[in-house]
């Protein structure tokens, strides 16, 4: 992983004020959603995909629910 890419990625709910950030802690993370009313947070490489053709795939998985 690059050291320019922070692997966690945080999004509020979806609405009218939907906002969304990437962090390099859980912690700084979750501290974000909430002052904003709560979300989810997404690590880089935290799911799994299996393709017929490739294998396993890495994506983004959920790994906290403000």
């Given at each position: 992983?690059?050291?320019?890419?922070?692997?966690?990625?945080?999004?509020?709910?979806?609405?009218?004020?939907?906002?969304?950030?990437?962090?390099?802690?859980?912690?700084?993370?979750?501290?974000?959603?909430?002052?904003?009313?709560?979300?989810?947070?997404?690590?880089?490489?935290?799911?799994r995909?299996?393709?017929?053709?490739?294998?396993?795939?890495?994506?983004?998985?959920?790994?906290?629910?403000?």
């Amino acid at each position: 992983m690059s050291r320019k890419q922070k692997p966690f990625f945080a999004q509020t709910h979806l609405g009218p004020k939907h906002a969304a950030k990437y962090f390099w802690t859980l912690e700084e993370a979750t501290e974000w959603l909430k002052e904003r009313g709560g979300g989810t947070v997404k690590k880089r490489n935290a799911g799994r995909v299996q393709d017929p053709f490739v294998g396993e795939i890495r994506t983004w998985g959920v790994v906290a629910d403000v």
